[in-house]
């Protein structure tokens, strides 16, 4: 059974960073592309970015120049890099391989 793993989340300040990341168990891992995914309390869960099996990324037009996505294939894992967060940002944030859905983890952003 495949199961992905987020880490990294927690509480940060308005304009702050936080790197999320995914740690997938699975064979042929680099052949699947990933996604990250959040929901806030109340809203539905959004797409954020995805990360093909070859590393091409592609951004919701709301993170896009400000989050950073990337995989390290060795390792299993992707990451996404988050700067310059806003409170409105503040959701259970998802990594997905189009199949399997993580557990979240919780990013808070105070103003």
């Known amino acids: 059974q495949v199961q992905l793993v987020e880490s990294g989340g927690g509480l940060v300040q308005a304009g702050g960073s936080l790197t999320l990341s995914c740690a997938a168990s699975r064979s042929r891992f680099s052949i699947y592309a990933m996604a990250w995914y959040r929901q806030a309390p109340g809203k539905e869960r959004e797409w954020v970015a995805t990360?093909?099996?070859?590393?091409?990324?592609t951004y919701a037009g709301s993170v896009k120049g400000r989050f950073t996505g990337s995989r390290d294939n060795a390792r299993n894992t992707v990451s996404l890099q988050m700067n310059s967060l806003k409170p409105e940002e503040t959701a259970v944030y998802y990594c997905?391989?189009?199949?399997?859905w993580g557990q979240g983890t919780q990013v808070t952003v105070s103003s």
């Open positions: 997905h391989d189009f199949q399997n």
């Open positions: 990360i093909t099996s070859g590393g091409s990324t």
